[in-house]
């Protein structure tokens, strides 16, 4: 008679310093938690662009960027460039995501689309955010 230990796949062996032997069975992939609502989900963005390795910058893809960006940290205010192919300058480096400007003022990472903001003649500041949403 053969036991479930006997008949466990087995994927390696090891030898402790004492001379004795463990036997490691294969792992069993753990079930999804109950209620946790998750199934598995597959990718559903679309593949980055690239050009000469390059990821395209963020801003490319709106139909209209803003000129420039604008941020009060720490009290003072940042100013950042759009540049035509939708990069951003800030501090004299240039950068292809709005995040990455953000840390470039703030020294830490930072979600680049809330963090900037953008002048609306007429309407004050906007956050960059709303120019992804209104599926611009």
Not at 63 to 85: F, I, S
């Amino acid at each position: 008679m053969t036991t479930k230990k006997q008949n466990a796949t087995v994927k390696k062996a090891s030898k402790s310093a004492d001379g004795k032997t463990w036997v490691i069975p294969e792992a069993k992939p753990k079930p999804a938690k109950k209620g946790s609502g998750k199934k598995a989900q597959v990718a559903t963005k679309t593949p980055v662009e690239k050009k000469n390795g390059k990821r395209t910058p963020a801003l490319a893809s709106l139909k209209v960027a803003p000129k420039e960006l604008v941020v009060t940290y720490k009290g003072t205010e940042h100013k950042a460039k759009v540049n035509e192919d939708g990069t951003i300058t800030v501090n004299n480096k240039t950068f292809n995501s709005p995040s990455r400007a953000g840390k470039e003022v703030t020294g830490r990472e930072v979600d680049g689309w809330t963090f900037w903001s953008y002048e609306v003649p007429g309407n004050g500041l906007k956050k960059l955010n709303m120019l992804r949403k209104v599926g611009n």
